[in-house]
Nanobody, 126 residues
Framework: QVQLVESGGGLVQAGGSLRLSCAAS????????MGWFRQAPGKEREFVAG????????KYADFVEGRFTISRDNAKNTVDLGMNSLKPEDTAVYYC???????????????????WGQGTQVTVSS
């Protein structure tokens, strides 16, 4: 049974930093794309960042503006999202996701991802 478990969320002041981590179990995703999405209250879930380690592919949403860094540790089967210069508008539940396909690029659509974590809350105060 595949599980993705996020950790590292919390409350931070604007301008602060957080590091989210997603631990995968049940299978390895070293050849697959993994991504982070977020959903703010009353809004659609949106793509934040994605990585496909085997191809060295990285993709970020425009709103990231160089503030976030996605990384993968294949030995630990984890994917992290480092977030700096956080803004109140970054407040959301952040979800980790994994694409079961091996071929293809990092995609930004929710429908491309087959496995999802339960989410971790990030709250940025002004």
């Amino acid at each position: 049974q595949v599980q993705l478990v996020e950790s590292g969320g919390g409350l931070v002041q604007a301008g602060g930093s957080l590091r989210l981590s997603c631990a995968a179990s049940g299978r390895t995703f070293s050849r697959n794309a993994m991504g982070w999405f977020r959903q703010a209250p009353g809004k659609e879930r949106e793509f934040v960042a994605g990585i496909k380690w085997i191809t060295g592919s990285l993709k970020y949403a425009d709103f990231v503006e160089g503030r976030f860094t996605i990384s993968r540790d294949n030995a630990k089967n984890t994917v992290d999202l480092g977030m700096n210069s956080l803004k109140p508008e970054d407040t959301a539940v952040y979800y980790c996701a994994a694409d079961s396909r091996v071929l293809g690029p990092v995609l930004t659509s929710q429908s491309a991802y087959d496995y999802w974590g339960q989410g971790t809350q990030v709250t940025v105060s002004s």
